[in-house]
């Protein structure tokens, strides 16, 4: 398992009225931030219980944003915490969104550090689309890295209970895994789908209505 629950911290996803006062950021044209739809749930507490009801045999389970709802992990001191590291540079620590972020595994792993940029449209040149879809969106390379520095690399099947943009979804196929994925919003499932079908070049099967 590896997903990106809601936090419950109520993210307020409108960063238009964002100012990016940062030279290297304005010298790449990048003056404000945008808008993004809310995220489904974040307005509560998020509740972790079911992931280790359903996926309690799982060895493997990484969450991110584990923080936020760490009092409510089982066992979460057995467990073992990575940093992504998202500036540009040292001095960036005044960027849009958090300069870093948390994901909590279940198992003792060596601690580590991904240090892989993302901050508004930044990073996202590493992106195959270029573009940044979710105000929570992990870049695909960071899927990859976790993927590869971690047993996760030895998984066949990747389940990811909040896909969100569907960067999972993408490191999967770059990896050649099967990913089971789910998602509310009905606007992040259609970014899911143009997503893959960008990227595979395929086109997805649709279940047929059923009157």
Same mark, same amino acid.
């Given at each position: ?10 993210? @307020? ?12 950021? *304005? &010298?790449?044209?990048? !003056? =404000? ?78 601690? @580590? ?12 040149? *590493? &992106?195959?689309?270029? !573009? =940044? ?79």
């Amino acid at each position: 398992v590896c997903t990106d629950p809601p936090y419950g911290i109520d993210l @307020n996803t409108d960063y238009s009225g964002m100012k990016n006062r940062l030279k290297f950021a *304005q &010298e790449k044209g990048v !003056k =404000r931030g945008r808008k993004y739809l809310p995220i489904i749930g974040d307005s509560i507490d998020y509740d972790p219980t079911h992931i280790f009801r359903d996926f309690g045999y799982c060895k493997e389970v990484y969450l991110w944003g584990a923080d936020y709802y760490s009092d409510l992990i089982p066992d979460k001191k057995k467990g073992t915490w990575l940093v992504w590291d998202k500036r540009l540079e040292e001095a960036a620590d005044n960027m849009f969104g958090s300069c870093f972020e948390l994901c909590w595994m279940k198992a003792k792993h060596k601690r @580590n550090i991904a240090r892989i940029k993302w901050a508004g449209i930044f990073g996202t040149e *590493q &992106e195959f689309d270029h !573009k =940044r879809h979710h105000p929570t969106q992990k870049p695909i390379s960071l899927t990859v890295w976790v993927f590869e520095h971690y047993p996760l690399k030895k998984a066949k099947i990747i389940v990811d209970l909040f896909l969100g943009s569907g960067s999972t979804l993408v490191a999967c196929e770059k990896l050649n895994r099967r990913c089971f994925g789910m998602e509310i919003e009905p606007i992040y499932c259609d970014v899911i789908i143009e997503r893959w079908e960008k990227y595979t070049g395929q086109k997805v099967e649709r279940p047929k209505k059923v009157a």
